[in-house]
């Protein structure tokens, strides 16, 4: 070990003893603020959970005084003062110092990049690479022939027999353009696979886009009467105001909801709808998710359970709880439900199963959990990243730790 990590290793010990000198304490404390690394080691290295995890981990032949170090540390009121305070002192310092000097040690030598050992580590936890996922997706005709959206070039994708509608791809969008006036609806299904995600405009001009593992059933032409779709899965849409047939081609006043037609979401798990007029809104409703989620930016929105009915304005969240009730939340978190849109995963105290979840979908993988964790997430980060490199990020989150083996993540203390 370097002069330097000895001396600040020294320093961590003396400082959890209480036996610094003033002039060595104002050596320990510029040391910590002279970079974020310095501070987030000293606070690692000076951690309680951490001392204890270590000590329990330290050489077996000295289990011995590691349980006395244990069980003293967990008595509270013992006398401080005899022999056994004494002792209790020269064991815990001996062992804090000899756990302190070696991670020091280790914990420099991996911010400098010269540890073989730390390098070594993560190709073991981290067997093989997961890419995140693409835009990909597969359309069902209403004829049932099936067209891959995978590396569908920009054009004209299909047309149906009588030349009346045509389904297209441009700039990244599945779009439509329709002559047609009939009252029989036909219906297209987009089938967004894990590991994939779609964007998609509607023959009325509303705008979807479709998270991994999501399917929304749909007419090339709407009706007379609402504007219905069919969602399972996760979508984010803005709506158009679209005027009803008795209003004509004018563009209904602001307020006057009985002149549009009106838009609705209908959704399989929970048997419940979504209605708007014209709203920017995302719905989260996948089939193994405890609640059914609706989170509204902008515009009105009626959320409907059997004969419940709730409406939001934006900023507020209507959740279908797993028992059936419908509730407000105000002060939804928004930036967080459409981050996934954005290409982030944006997570706000989240706990370990909303979290895998989101990465189960994205990144097509099983989880599976070796111990209970109860660590809440807070964080930003790309949803383009690598999936070592984003488990490695939420491991400095929280005392997770996380492996890869295939399409395998383990997750563990």
Known sequence: MDNIAKRKADLITRHLKGSLN?????ELDDWISESDDNRHLFESLTNPEHLRSALNRYDEKRKKILNKIQASIAINNIQQSGWWFRWRRRIIGAGIAVILLAGAWICWQHMNNTSRNMAMALPRRFSNEVWPGCEQAKLTLDDRSVIILVDTINGVLATDANGRTRVFKENGWL???STYAGDSLYYNTIRVPRKGQYKVILPDGSRVWLNAGSTLRYPVVFGSMDRRVELQGEAYFEVTRLPTPLAGNAAPPPGDSAAVLPFVVSLDTGNAEIRALGARFNVKAYDDDAHIHATLLEGVLQLTHGANELTLIPGQEGRLENNGQLAIYNNAH????????EGLFRFKDANIDQVMKQLERWYDIE?????????????????NTPLSQ??????QLSRVQFAIIGNKVIVSR
């Open 367 to 383: 989880v599976i959990y070796e111990d209970d964790i109860s660590d809440l997430f807070t964080g930003t980060i790309e949803r």
């Open 390 to 395: 984003l488990l490695r990020y939420l491991e």
């Open 175 to 177: 779009s439509y353009y």
């Open 22 to 26: 003033p002039m060595e304490q104002q």
């Open 334 to 341: 928004t930036a967080e439900a459409i981050a996934w849109k």
